[in-house]
């Protein structure tokens, strides 16, 4: 059992360790600015993921990244010990203006 421990531990160690940096949102979130145009949103992120058009006229696009640590990926243990998290930007658009940035954290539904 003692031995079990220590690979257990040895492995989470590994698993902190290796995780791969992806897009960060949290810092594309801070360059979008109230009035710039889509067009240059668009330059910048990429097209959206996801666009949502609302009644009132505005446009709301979504970007979208799922953020898992390397001990989320090991079978079993994955689930219990294993960290994930969606990262979100929504950008609302009011006559192809930025009008609103919003950047949140989120744990994905099970």
């Known amino acids: ?13 590994i ?3 290796t995780a791969k940096p992806g897009l960060n ?7 979008v600015k109230k009035q710039v145009s889509a067009e240059e949103v668009q330059r910048y992120l990429g097209p959206p993921q996801e666009v949502e058009r609302l009644p009132d006229g505005r446009v709301v ?4 990244h799922l953020r898992r640590d390397a001990l989320a990926a090991v079978p079993f ?3 219990k010990f294993g960290r994930e998290e969606i990262e979100v930007l929504r950008i609302t658009f009011s006559a192809g203006r930025v009008v609103d940035c919003i ?6 539904r099970s």
Not at 1 to 13: D, P, Q, S, V, Y
Not at 25 to 31: F, I, N, R, V
Not at 61 to 64: S, V
Request: hydrophobic residues 50%; charged residues 15%.
């Open 77 to 79: 243990l994955g689930k």
């Open 61 to 64: 696009w979504f970007y979208y």
């Open 103 to 108: 950047y949140y954290v989120t744990k994905p």
């Open 1 to 13: 059992m003692r031995k079990f421990t220590w690979c257990l531990i040895l492995l989470m160690g």
């Open 15 to 17: 698993a902190a360790c």
């Open 25 to 31: 949102l949290a810092s594309k979130a801070c360059m």
